[in-house]
C-alpha cells in the first residue's frame, strides 16, 4: 500500500514569490494534516482535516497560508508570499478515522528554502 | 512553557548502553501518548504508542506517569541504529479538536 505522497520533494523560490505543496493520503483516511518543521524542533501543526472540513486551523498563518482539501482527498497548502522565515519542512500526514490513539503516518515532505 | 518537553541531547553512548529519555507535558486532558523516531532528513515514523500500564517492544521500554504528566522512553542495548531523534508526542482533545503535539525531540548518537 501506498504511504503518504508529497510533491515537491525539494523547493527553492525567491522572498514574495508563491510556493505550494501538494499532499496525498493513505488511501482511506479521512484525517489529514499539515505540519511545518523548523530545523532542530519537532513539527508544529499548521492545520488539520477531517474529510473536507477543516478543524483546526488555530496555528496556521492566514494573512499568506491558505490550504484545501476538496472532496475530502488530495491537499494542497500554499503560501504567498513567501518570506524568509517559512524556509522549512513542511509535513503531511494522514491517519484514518478514529479516536485520539490513532497513529499519524506522515510523508516525506517537502524542504522549502526562500531565498 | 510548551505543551511538550524534552531534554534535546544531543545523546552520545557507546554500543550496548542503556539510554533513557524524558518527555513532560502540560495538558492535563492529554488522552494518549506515542514515541516517534525521526532520522535524519526523514519523516516522522511511529515507534512505540505508550500505555498507563507500561509496554515493552523488545529492547524499547515506555512508561507513562499520568499524576506526573511525565513520559519516558529506555533503550536497552543500543545498536548503531538506533542513532536518531526520538519525539515525544501527545494527543489531547482540545474543544472538538484532536491535537497531536509533538516535542522538539531528543538526539541519539551510538558510537561504535
Known amino acids: 500500500e501506498a504511504g503518504v505522497v508529497q510533491s515537491p520533494r525539494y523547493k527553492i523560490i525567491e522572498k514574495k514569490q508563491p510556493v505550494a505543496f501538494w499532499c496525498n493520503p493513505i488511501?482511506?483516511?479521512?484525517?489529514l494534516y499539515w505540519y511545518r518543521q523548523n530545523l532542530g524542533q519537532g513539527p508544529e501543526l499548521l492545520i488539520r482535516?477531517?474529510?473536507?472540513?477543516?478543524?483546526?486551523d488555530s496555528q496556521l498563518p492566514k494573512d499568506r497560508f491558505s490550504a484545501e482539501r476538496l472532496k475530502g482527498v488530495d491537499s494542497t497548502l500554499k503560501i504567498q508570499p513567501a518570506e524568509l522565515g517559512d524556509s522549512a519542512v513542511y509535513l503531511c500526514?494522514?491517519?484514518?478515522?478514529?479516536?485520539?490513539?490513532?497513529?499519524?503516518?506522515f510523508g516525506q515532505g517537502t524542504r522549502l528554502t526562500v531565498v | 512553557r510548551k505543551e511538550v518537553e524534552q531534554d534535546p541531547g544531543p545523546f552520545n553512548v557507546p554500543e550496548g548502553a542503556t539510554v533513557a529519555f524524558n518527555c513532560t507535558y502540560s495538558?492535563?486532558?492529554?488522552?494518549?501518548f506515542f514515541w516517534y523516531r525521526q532520522d535524519c532528513r526523514k519523516e516522522p515514523k511511529l515507534l512505540m504508542s505508550?500505555?498507563?500500564s507500561g509496554n515493552e517492544d523488545g529492547r524499547f521500554t515506555a512508561q507513562l506517569n499520568r499524576a506526573s504528566q511525565y513520559i519516558s522512553l529506555l533503550i536497552r542495548d543500543s545498536k548503531l541504529s538506533d542513532s536518531a531523534t526520538y519525539l515525544c508526542?501527545?494527543?489531547?482533545?482540545?474543544?472538538?479538536?484532536?491535537?497531536?503535539?509533538f516535542g522538539s525531540g531528543t538526539q541519539l548518537t551510538v558510537l561504535p
Open positions: 500526514a494522514s491517519s484514518p478515522v478514529g479516536g485520539v490513539a490513532t497513529e499519524a503516518f
Open positions: 488511501s482511506g483516511h479521512n484525517t
Open positions: 482535516y477531517e474529510n473536507e472540513e477543516a478543524v483546526d
Open positions: 495538558n492535563s486532558a492529554s488522552q494518549s
Open positions: 505508550v500505555y498507563s
Open positions: 508526542v501527545v494527543n489531547a482533545l482540545s474543544g472538538s479538536a484532536r491535537q497531536l503535539t
